[in-house]
């Protein structure tokens, strides 16, 4: 199947710095990605969805100020953590939807980051 | 708003027994439902795709089924062995009003298999 990477896998932070995390389509090209947040079993909450060449559409509650998406091109997408603290300590997962057989597509997840805001 | 429940939400099993595993949905328009794996620390293995007019698909030994009319899906794993532990994760996948294509999840059950 297809492949999503997501960098860095793992990140420590000091509580009031900003972190980038990215998310990589790599051998389709993905108009629509999606950013998710796991906490310890819980389910993964959709935070946003991001879409190549115009705003991300950001779940009711999440901040956009304080999660910042960008889409620049067809194969990544960006999540920047703005300020984090540490309750933004989570577990990020994207994901990336491929249409080339047509709607709904297939989303393909990639391997996940581990944040931790100290 | 879609909401998925999967039941248990741990399991214990020893090794060579069949197991099934339980999603339920609250909205019975949904596109599809998909079983997910996930390993410690790890992202999602997709492992099985329900399209909402079918009502099982099969993957070696994995067998998923889908009722809508009672919002509910198995996961069948027969014969498990100790490489299937792993959280498994269900998710129903449905367009919202604005037409947009959006997946729900369920908090997985966590299954673990005794050697």
């Known amino acids: 199947g297809a492949v999503v990477s997501q960098h860095p896998s793992r990140v420590i932070c000091k509580s009031g710095t900003s972190v980038k995390i990215e998310c990589r389509s790599l051998?389709?090209?993905?108009?629509?990605m999606f950013w998710y947040r796991q906490f310890p079993k819980k389910s993964l909450m959709l935070m946003a969805t991001?879409?190549?060449?115009?705003?991300?559409?950001?779940e009711q509650g999440v901040e956009k100020d304080k999660f910042l998406i960008n889409h620049a091109s067809l194969t990544l997408s960006t999540l920047t953590v703005t300020s984090a603290h540490p309750e933004d300590s989570s577990f990020y997962i994207c994901?990336?939807?491929?249409?080339?057989?047509?709607?709904?597509?297939?989303?393909?997840f990639g391997p996940g980051t581990r944040l931790t805001v100290l | 708003k879609q909401e998925v429940t999967q039941i248990p939400a741990a399991l214990s099993v020893p090794e060579g027994e069949n197991l099934v595993l339980n999603c339920s949905f609250t909205d019975s328009a949904i596109y599809n439902l998909q079983w997910f794996r996930q390993d410690p620390g790890k992202g999602l293995t997709s492992l099985l795709l329900?399209?909402?007019?079918?009502r099982e698909q099969t993957s070696g030994r994995l067998n998923a089924s889908l009722d809508k009319s009672s919002g509910r899906s198995t996961l069948y794993i027969a014969a498990s062995q100790p490489g299937d532990s792993a959280t498994y994760l269900c998710a129903g996948g449905a367009y919202s009003g604005a037409g947009s294509y959006q997946l729900t999840f369920g908090k997985g059950t966590k299954l673990s298999v005794i050697p």
């Open positions: 329900i399209q909402s007019s079918q």
């Open positions: 991001s879409n190549e060449g115009s705003k991300a559409t950001y």
């Open positions: 051998d389709f090209q993905a108009t629509t």
């Open positions: 994901s990336a939807r491929d249409l080339s057989a047509g709607e709904p597509g297939t989303q393909y």
